[in-house]
Nanobody, 120 residues
Framework: QVQLVESGGGLVQAGGSLRLSCAAS????????MGWFRQTPGKEREFVAG????????YYSDSVKGRFAISRVIATNTVYLQMNSLEPEDTAVYYC?????????????WGQGTQVTVSS
């Protein structure tokens, strides 16, 4: 089992920046990749950014490419999402997720979510 705890959400004006953090604990040795997703009321959860744990290769959705940056610190089992040039459309609850290489399928563990609100 892996436990994930997000932090860093809040209220920011359009054009501003926020950095989200996600601390992983438990069986972190089995993590193959981590990612950030977001969800707004009435919509499905959507992928934002992901990073392969060992080599640090990252990938993004088209909607955030060039504005957001995902990174990780292996020593502290922490993944970050730096969000720049925020837009009101980025308002959502942001979730951290981890993929366990021992479990078939996609992401297996989820954090509780952190609210990001971007005002116009």
């Amino acid at each position: 089992q892996v436990q994930l705890v997000e932090s860093g959400g809040g209220l920011v004006q359009a054009g501003g920046s926020l950095r989200l953090s996600c601390a992983a604990s438990g069986h972190t040795f089995s993590i193959s990749r981590m990612g950030w997703f977001r969800q707004t009321p009435g919509k499905e959860r959507e992928f934002v950014a992901g990073i392969w744990w060992r080599n640090g290769v990252s990938y993004y959705s088209d909607s955030v490419k060039g504005r957001f940056a995902i990174s990780r610190v292996i020593a502290t089992n922490t993944v970050y999402l730096q969000m720049n040039s925020l837009e009101p459309e980025d308002t959502a609850v942001y979730y951290c997720a981890a993929d366990d290489r021992a479990v078939p399928g996609g992401y297996d563990y989820w954090g509780q979510g952190t609210q990001v609100t971007v005002s116009s």
